[in-house]
């Protein structure tokens, strides 16, 4: 056998063993508890990884030869962390204008909203990639926001390997802004708002319907051509449609547009989803929320709890998790901190993992592919250190496409490099940096 | 996206909010923007906001009591203790945040006191005492955050419950956020199921000078001074770096960091004359006095200036300075100023790169107030790393602490902790529970002027406790009961003991359940 055994205490070395690897790699994780999220735990369970997918799940299993052997007795093995709502690859600091593309600057009349497009602007190379992918996150929705319009734009589905070909899927789903933050961009009031992406709606189907007769005819200069054809997906029902609502009323409207316009709808926010779940289950719109939120922040919140997640989960609505604190691309990572949260708060552990995971890529589209451990799907796999909700939890290896991803990042580099204040023989700026 | 301004990461961006139906991520820019439109309807100019700011002395003066001397208090504290009884918590897991853990622990409460803290056998039980096994369970101290907005930035947040950045001028040290807390804000009663006890309420950092912090206990009251921590100091906002800068550079400046630095020492120029010019006063009087010359030869008291006050508070070391600080070259140009003008800064808060200089804040005392993995959302912010707060801690005589800037962040001050003491054990440095928990007690207690009566168990200490379900340095624990001075004022267990505030009163669902409101 020429079996290669990796310690898993020197991550690095894993990483840049295996990194250059390409996707030919064969991987076996031997001995962990595997959260399948899909079916049952698996105590001392295996995992075994070729060709960018998962081949082979569950106990007593053998490493096939030539195999690269990660032992995980004692760590815990998910599938990877994805973030269903993030501007990950779309800005670096949010208050540098240099530095964010994830929406056009607000009161200055931009014209578009449907028609923008994340993949224009998506940095595989940003440095918040691999900082996220360190905390477990492989898959992200890299979504715009929205600027004047209601409508966002077109978001994409995008792999946290940092590689040039990591968007996995483009435009998989557009953004409006409903509620308070519909109102405050169409004459701050709700009724504007509704108005409005009705208007819109409608235009795009009749857009749809016959193009070439549309734009023959004279029509309101407010309709942007490339907005109303952005929209075309979305009024046919093949394209998500992720809507911006909080309160239970609010809510409810959003689920009467949904049934008139027959839209694939899903919520973000939804700090008042779960006294409307019932109704949410049963028009199946999964909700993207931030478990840690519970205060009266707008009047649209009042009923803001930390139960949230665990009630929308147990009336059977899927969720996934998103972290808005102006953090929607640095902290993803703390994903799994706001699910650890949740759990403490009512949610099962199962649910929480599956919110992590199976929950964002079933609203996305992607639960044949992604999401848990399973023969066949993509070889996103983290092996964690202990219980990936806890905080003092960190994963040891991450996997994307199968392939072992550096934990290295900016951030440790940093670290490395202060570890010692000393003068030493040459200035800070000469040490770590190599790379 | 759900409306965050005011309510968190605006605070430490700008702290002020004109538009709050936007984004987080838009609240920055938003708020300097809210910023010109204040000032272009309220700004009254240096020249008219001192004079607005002077008082007419005469009616403090006192022939018969001696010189004048302006009140140092005038918005007394009205706090009493709720009742409590002799309570003995047994069974725990005691953390004392000195660097003590206590096995199968007691801690005593009498009087509203901490009586004896110890491992369970050598602790003197007092007779009729209510006993609380505690088995399985964690004690601590109360926590305590060093930077909060809570009454200033409050929940519900809109344009008129933004009252938390002065945004007028550069040097706004005679405002007093103390006159901004609503003490409705629902935050109050979420920061109390997240156990913490005592915070500190800083004005914006919008300004080189924001005003005069207000250090509070967390018992709902109907005023603020019914909040107000006894005997505890004053503290003083002030900020470095882009927010000033972002605020006025299009409005008459500081526009660059060597205005911010300008701004700082030509107004620490100004209050040390001031300081002089009191203390002159006081001097000629008391010669005066002894030689009972004639009235008409009587020293006269300088006008009162209330920026000025504060500034000289803060010369005179009464007045702690906190000092929002993300870059760590400027942590240490701000500590030759502080050298320069003879103060102390007490803490840089927001010290992303605290790291970088966590030798020089520890030779000067200077503690760090930090997050444990927030960054990014600045250029200046963009040098985080996790193992800050441990880099921090690791230096001799250090001050290492963490702080929320946040309605959410403060509701789990123990779990940002458990964070940033994680990321230091992976690096190699010895740090657990016992430590770390000073992180969040202690330390800021050190800080804020107030350990002497809180941040530890300790005998004599007001009994200011939290029982927490675990080990609260796991994601699964809650506070299950918060004690402040004795007083059980929250209990997860018994929806008597959570409090709710006014606004919140029948604008809930009739389904709405939860602590504390939650």
């Known amino acids: ?435 | 996206m759900r409306n965050l301004c005011g309510a968190a990461l605006v605070a430490l961006i700008i702290a002020g909010c004109s538009q709050p139906q936007e984004g987080a991520n838009d609240a920055g820019d938003d708020s300097a923007e809210g910023a010109n439109t204040a000032s272009a309807t309220e700004n009254t100019g240096d020249a008219q906001t001192m004079e607005a700011t002077q008082s007419n002395n005469a009616d403090e003066a006192s022939d018969e009591k001696g010189p004048v001397r302006p009140s140092t208090d005038p918005f007394p504290s009205t706090y009493e203790p709720y009742p409590s009884d002799t309570v003995v918590i047994t069974g725990a897991t005691v953390l004392t945040a000195t660097g003590e853990e206590i096995e199968n622990g007691s801690v005593v409460i009498e009087g509203g006191k901490i009586s004896a803290v110890g491992a369970a056998g050598d602790v003197t039980e007092p007779e009729g005492a209510t006993f609380i096994d505690a088995s399985g369970k964690w004690v601590t101290p109360g926590v305590i955050d060093i930077h909060s907005h809570l009454g200033n930035y409050p929940s519900p947040s809109t344009q008129s419950t933004s009252d938390g950045n002065e945004a007028t001028s550069p040097n706004t040290a005679q405002v007093w956020t103390e006159h901004s807390v609503w003490p409705q804000d629902a935050g109050f009663t979420r920061a109390l199921a997240g156990g913490v006890t005592a915070m500190q309420i800083l004005p914006g950092s919008a300004n080189l000078f924001g005003g005069r912090s207000v250090i509070l206990k967390n018992v709902p009251s109907r005023t603020v001074q019914g909040m107000k921590f006894p005997d505890a100091p004053y503290g003083m906002k002030m900020a470095c770096g882009e927010n000033p800068k972002r605020v006025y550079g299009q409005q008459g400046g500081p526009a660059t960091r060597m205005g911010n630095f300008a701004g700082y020492r030509a107004a620490w120029i100004e209050a040390a004359a001031y300081r002089d010019k009191w203390d002159k006063y006081w001097t000629d009087y008391e010669e005066w006095a002894v030689d009972k010359k004639d009235d008409d030869e009587k020293p006269e008291a300088p006008a009162r200036d209330l920026k000025l006050e504060t500034l000289a508070g803060a010369l005179r070391g009464d007045i702690r300075v906190n000092m929002h600080c993300y870059r760590g070259d400027e942590m240490v140009q701000v500590l030759d100023m502080a050298k320069e003008f003879g103060y102390k800064v007490s803490a840089f808060h927001h010290a992303i790169e605290a790291y970088k200089v966590a030798d020089y804040l520890a030779e000067n005392g200077v503690c760090a107030a930090m997050w444990a993995d927030w960054w990014g959302f600045k250029l200046e912010a963009f040098d985080a790393i996790n193992e800050n707060a441990a880099l921090v801690h690791e230096q001799e005589n250090s001050c290492a602490i963490i702080h929320s800037d946040s309605d959410v962040g403060i509701q789990i001050l123990n779990q940002e902790a458990a964070k940033a003491m994680s990321a230091g054990r992976r690096i190699g440095i010895d740090i657990t529970p016992k430590d770390a928990i000073a992180w969040i007690t202690a330390n800021p207690a050190k800080s804020m002027g107030i350990l002497d009566q809180t941040g530890t168990l300790e005998a004599g200490k007001a009994a200011d406790i939290v029982v927490w379900s675990s080990n609260p340095f796991s994601i699964y624990t809650q506070a299950e009961q918060v004690y402040i001075d004795g007083a059980l004022l929250y209990d997860r267990n018994d929806p008597a003991r959570s409090p709710r505030m006014d606004f919140e009163l029948g604008q809930r669902d009739n389904k709405f359940t939860g602590g504390a409101g939650q």
């Open chain 1, 1 to 435: 056998m020429s079996m290669r055994k990796i310690s898993l205490l020197i991550t690095g070395a894993v990483a840049l063993a295996s990194g250059a690897v390409a996707s030919a790699q064969t991987t076996a994780i031997m001995d962990g508890r595997v959260i399948t999220v899909s079916g049952d735990v698996i105590e001392g369970g295996d995992v075994i990884i070729s060709n960018g997918r998962i081949t082979q799940v569950g106990a007593d299993l053998s490493a096939p030869s030539g195999a690269t052997v990660i032992d995980a007795t004692g760590k815990v093995v998910t599938p990877g962390i994805i973030a269903p709502y993030s501007t990950i690859g779309l800005e670096e600091i949010g208050l540098d204008a240099e530095a964010n593309d994830a929406s056009p600057a607000r009161e200055i009349g931009f014209p578009l909203g449907a028609a923008l497009d994340a993949i224009d602007a998506y940095n595989p190379s940003s440095i918040l990639i691999p900082i996220n992918r360190a905390g477990g996150v492989t898959r992200a929705l890299s979504t715009p926001e929205a600027g004047d319009s209601i409508f966002g734009g077109q978001a994409a589905l995008i792999d946290l390997s940092g590689d040039v070909d990591s968007v996995m899927q483009p435009r998989v789903a557009q953004v409006a802004m409903l509620g308070f933050s519909g109102a405050a961009r169409a004459g701050d009031t709700r009724m504007g708002a509704w108005a409005f992406i009705r208007e819109y709606f409608d235009e795009a189907r009749s857009y749809a319907s016959n193009p070439n007769d549309y734009v023959r005819r004279s029509r309101d200069p407010r309709f942007s051509l490339s907005d109303l054809k952005a929209l075309g997906p979305v009024v046919s029902g093949a394209q998500t449609v992720i809507i911006s609502a909080n309160s239970a009323n609010d809510i409810r409207n959003v689920i009467r547009l949904k049934n008139r316009y027959r839209l694939k709808v899903v919520i973000v926010g939804g700090s008042e989803a779960w006294r409307v779940a019932e109704d949410l289950r049963n028009a199946d719109i999964p909700v993207i929320l931030d478990p840690l939120f519970n205060l009266p922040a707008q009047f649209e919140d009042l009923d803001a709890t930390f139960a949230n997640a665990g009630r929308l989960h147990d009336a059977g609505v899927t969720i996934g998790l998103y972290n808005p604190q102006g953090f929607a691309a640095h902290n993803l990572r703390t994903l799994t901190q706001q699910a650890g949260n949740a759990v403490a708060n009512g949610l099962s552990y199962e649910g929480a993992m599956a919110a992590l995971t199976l929950g964002p890529a079933t609203m996305l589209g992607v639960d044949a592919q992604l999401g848990s451990i399973e023969a066949g799907k993509i070889a996103d796999v983290v092996v964690w250190d202990g219980d990936p909700l806890e905080v003092t939890t960190q994963p040891e290896a991450v996997f994307i496409n199968g392939v072992a991803q550096s934990l290295e990042n900016r951030q440790t580099m940093l670290r490395d490099r202060y570890r010692d204040l000393s003068r030493g023989d040459l200035p800070h700026a000469y040490r770590g940096a190599t790379k």
